[in-house]
Every structure is written in C-alpha cells, then in structure tokens.
Nanobody, 126 residues
Framework: QVQLVESGGGLVQAGGSLRLSCTASGQTRTGYNMGWFRQAPGKEREFVAVMSWKGVNRYYSDSVKGRFTISGDNAKNTRYLQMNSLKPDDTAVYYC???????????????????WGQGTQVTVSS
C-alpha cells in the first residue's frame, strides 16, 4: 500500500502565499506521477496541477496557471505546490494524488489517480 500525506494548509489573506507538501510512503517505488486536486464547498473535486514521474512535464489548470508552481523530489517521492497570489476562490480542501502507472493520459480525471491523501484545508480570506 502507498500512503500520501499532505501538509502545509492554513489560513491566509488574499494575495498571500502558502506551500503544500505531499510525500508518498509505504510500499513505494521511485517515481510516481503526483499532483494536486482541490474541492471547494458544494463543488466537485477539480484538477489543479500534476508533475510527471521524471519531473519533466508539469501541467496546470487554467485557474491556477501563473500563480501556482508544482515541484518535487522524485527520489523522495515528494511534491510541493507553491501557491502565490491566492484568491478567496482558491479556498478548498487540497488533495495530493498519485498514479500507479508511469504514463499520464487524462490528467484532469480523478480516475487517472490511484492513491489519494487525506486532504489539507486552504482558506483564503478577502
């Protein structure tokens, strides 16, 4: 089993920054496509960003492009999400997710990801 543990959420004012971290542990191998989804109250969970297992490819949703940056340490199976210029609309529970395979096909689909973290709350006040 693979466990994903997130940290770094919290409360921040609009325009501020936060950095989320996610580490895979358990029966892991080196290298997962890992990324982030988020779910705001009353809304469906949506894709935020993903970084391929080699770290070469990074994809972002249009709503966060230019403000959020995904990075990571593949040897440590860790991903970071640096969130800048935060807006109240970014308020959500953020989930780390990882694929079991090495290919990325439908990056925005939850079905692409096998492993999920428990989520961390990000609240942006206006």
């Amino acid at each position: 089993q693979v466990q994903l543990v997130e940290s770094g959420g919290g409360l921040v004012q609009a325009g501020g920054s936060l950095r989320l971290s996610c580490t895979a542990s358990g029966q892991t191998r080196t290298g997962y496509n890992m990324g982030w989804f988020r779910q705001a109250p009353g809304k469906e969970r949506e894709f935020v960003a993903v970084m391929s297992w080699k770290g070469v490819n990074r994809y972002y949703s249009d709503s966060v492009k230019g403000r959020f940056t995904i990075s990571g340490d593949n040897a440590k199976n860790t991903r970071y999400l640096q969130m800048n210029s935060l807006k109240p609309d970014d308020t959500a529970v953020y989930y780390c997710a990882a694929t079991s395979g090495l290919t990325l096909i439908d990056i925005k689909s939850e079905n692409e990801y096998t492993y999920w973290g428990q989520g961390t709350q990000v609240t942006v006040s206006s």
